[in-house]
């Protein structure tokens, strides 16, 4: 840290009174080299908190660090400066750890800013610079916690009043992990730390008056947040004739299995009396001019709270499906939830390579890509919406994704939900030209 460029910076460290004696006198002796080099040294017990000392209190921003981490020489301020052009109240970079053996482990790639993804996991690690006023920690909780479950309840905090966040997509921390440590007591970090987080995780959960249930994730320090959908919810499902008899019939009978028997309605222009089950409704629509039509007619047509609109190039994966997706879609500020898409091979389509990282993402990381073409949306949220405009699922998913970004509204991908992708179907190429083909 001495060796940073950045010139208008002050580091406080906090010696707790659980020191053992041996670190306490060496902190005694640099305590000197400390003041000379503008380090201030704060001894406090375990009650105290220090986010309201007068160091912090005083700056602008605040980057809590433990030892062991290393910060690139223009780190403070690459981080202020990108705090500065946008007035942002939270900054933060890429990380990677670091034994010793000196050889850099992968980088850790870090998502854009999303309170949903938060909720899911740690993401944001190390190195985070926050602006001072969003500091808010119980006392006795700096002493009590591990540095990474903090971090962690720092952030969950923070985030309500966070109006704007950057991420910086380079590494300016690195992470001393070492290497040498027993696998018993490493596993036993990771069960406290895990611990400690999961309880950070309820009381934000309560603090913001939601309605959900938490559970583990299928990975260590992952959770899974699930919404209360609340009774008397109506769910429908549209699927617009734009494809091959058969696709369509494989398409329809994959969204019947689930255990939550939405309405499907199928949207056509063609007779297709005794070819579907009987279950699904068949809307008419003369003329069709448009996929947009398709889907706009059977938006109107259904009185749902949720609408999922489902192009018929792709068939559901298990009968679980659309439960995940609503648990989403009810979270509060967001408008569209889509599923992972594969292959029947099982290479992965949806979510890009750019944003998938196993976990719930915040569609804006990609502000040019639209949606993929099987999405739930919030009916409210389609109203206005021009779909008749759009001659394909690429560009209606355009349509529909700039109106909820400029209303401010959250676009999730969640991987527990799949659909599989056939034939010539390619969410990753130009959606418009197969349904024109198809048509």
Known sequence: MRRQYYPHWRVLVVAPDTLGAGLRERLTILEERFRADGVELVRVPHVADPFAHRVVREADYVIPLAPGDLLRLDAIGELVLSAREVDA?????????????????????????????????SYLGRGVMYRS???????????????????????????????????????????????????????????????????????????QGLSAKITRGPRPRTFRVRHDLGKGTRISVVVPDVGSLKALQRCVRSLGSTTLKPEVVVATARDLRGKLPRTVQLLRVEEPKSY???????????????????????????NEWLLPLLEEAAAPDVAAVSPKLVSPEGSSLWPPPEMASGWLQHAPTLLQCPLPPVTVYCREDLQGCKLRRARGAEQLARIVGKRLRKRGRSMLSVPYATFYVHGAFDPSGPWAAVDDEDA
């Open 133 to 207: 006023t969003l500091l808010d920690l119980p006392a006795g909780r700096v002493a009590a916690f591990p540095f990474d479950a903090l971090v962690y309840d720092l952030a969950l905090r923070a985030a309500p009043r966070v109006k704007r966040a950057v991420c910086v997509p380079v590494v300016l921390c690195t992470v001393h992990v070492p290497a040498l440590r027993p696998e018993s007591q490493r596993v036993a970090q990771e069960q406290e730390v895990a611990r400690l987080e999961e309880q950070s995780l309820r009381e934000a959960v309560w603090r």
């Open 292 to 318: 947009g039509t398709l889907v706009e007619a059977g938006v109107l047509h259904s009185a749902s709270d949720y609408v999922v609109i489902a192009h018929p190039g792709a068939e559901a994966h298990g």
């Open 89 to 121: 109240d939270l900054v933060y970079a890429y990380e990677q750890d670091l034994d010793e053996s000196n050889v850099p482990r992968p980088v850790r790639r870090k998502a854009v800013w999303s309170p949903h993804l938060l909720f899911h996991c």
